[in-house]
């Protein structure tokens, strides 16, 4: 799993242009934790929050880290009855990807003529929706390794990792992303731009969309469990090569050791459950769609069978029915 080996390495870098206003609309796990990276880098860091918006705006955000103390109030907390202020550097966009979410409508307040929005998100295609409704602004697209997860209202634990990879969106890399990679790196983490943030979201893909299914299927299981029961590792391996299938079908083959090095890099790491899985675990909305479903429908584009992906998308989505919970 190309999850990168360590936290970061240490803030200090100085920036020399002038410190951006950046608002980060939900800030849960991976908003508050990339926002305490920026203001810890100098940026002016304002948050949009819904449920723990009083909480955080009383006390701030704790953050237990590797890193340090990244505990921090924000320079501003909106809730849902706040008037929004627009014309932020940066709009990012931390939202779960749901369908019922309409990230662009919460995007839209924050945006000046000058704003420039990334998206920190997992999953596929997640872009389009974002573009076309907001063509005027540059898109960046990025996608954070790392295990960060909220224990409470304006708590955060990250665990471990927390490296960024950005480019702008549909591909190329743009000043907007240099400049916030230049941001994140200040502050501590890892973050580099690549000139194909789609072929990027497609290696990744190669992990989450087998690994992160399989884990709520198998009651959010971790990923030691996962690999470790007799068929394991065998059922990953099969949709890992149907992922690998479609990415080759639309333009973005991946190496061919890219599946061997995931299982090996995801056995060096200790008992991990993923994002999808906490949200199973915590009773949330899973990112059905975004992690999976956008594959299957990508696969049926073009012409590529994924039968097992194809059966991890029909009894995941059986499961969040079963649960409540939207997917
Ligand atoms: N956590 C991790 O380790 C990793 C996560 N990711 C990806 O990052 C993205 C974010 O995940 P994560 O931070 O874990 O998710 P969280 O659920 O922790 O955070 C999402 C935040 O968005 C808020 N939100 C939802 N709707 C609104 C709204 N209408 N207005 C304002 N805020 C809103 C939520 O508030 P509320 O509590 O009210 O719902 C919550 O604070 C996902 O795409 C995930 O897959 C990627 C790599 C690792
Ligand atoms: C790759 C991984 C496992 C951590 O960044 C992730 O994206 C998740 O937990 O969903």
Redesign the pocket.
């Known amino acids: 799993m190309a999850i990168g080996r360590h936290a970061g390495h240490g803030a200090g870098r100085r920036m020399t242009t002038h410190a951006p206003r950046v608002v980060i ?7 508050a934790f990339y926002g305490a990276i920026l203001q810890r880098a100098g940026a002016r860091v304002e948050v ?5 918006a009083a909480v955080v705006r009383e006390r701030g955000f704790c953050i237990d880290s590797p890193l340090g103390d990244l505990s921090y109030r924000p320079a501003a907390v909106y809730g ?1 009855e706040d008037t929004p202020v627009p014309g932020a550097d940066f709009v990012i966009c ?4 749901l369908p019922d ?1 309409d990230r662009a409508a ?1 995007i839209a307040p924050w945006l000046g003529p000058q704003s420039a929005i990334a998206l ?4 596929l295609d997640i872009e389009p929706a974002v573009a076309e409704a907001l063509p005027d602004h540059p898109l960046i697209s990025a996608l ?7 224990r409470g209202p304006g708590e955060i634990e990250h665990r471990a990792y927390g490296r960024l990879t950005l480019g702008a969106w549909p591909q190329g890399v743009s000043e907007e992303a240099r400049q916030l990679a230049q941001w994140f790196e200040a502050g501590g983490v890892d973050a580099k731009c690549r000139e194909s943030i789609v072929r990027e979201r497609w290696a990744k893909s190669l992990w989450n969309t087998p690994f992160n299914p399989i884990s709520v299927l198998a009651d959010g299981t971790d990923t030691v469990t996962l690999l470790e029961t007799p068929g394991g590792e065998a059922l990953a391996r099969a949709a890992m090569a149907e992922v690998m299938a479609v990415a080759a079908a639309d333009g973005y083959p991946l190496p061919d050791d890219a599946i061997d090095r995931n299982i090996e890099a995801t056995r060096r790491m200790p008992a991990y459950r993923n ?2 899985a ?2 199973y675990r915590a009773g ?1 909305a899973l ?1 059905i769609d ?2 999976l479903g956008n594959v299957v429908t990508k696969a049926e584009r073009l012409g590529v069978a994924v039968p097992r992906l194809h059966t991890l998308q029909t009894l995941i989505r059986m499961r969040a029915r079963e649960s409540g919970s939207i997917g």
């Open positions: 609309v939900g800030a849960g796990a991976i908003g949009v929050l819904r449920s723990d849902p931390c939202v779960k990807v979410i919460l920190i998100e997992n999953g954070a390794f790392i295990a960060v997860s909220r994002s999808m906490l949200d949330r990112e975004a992690i």
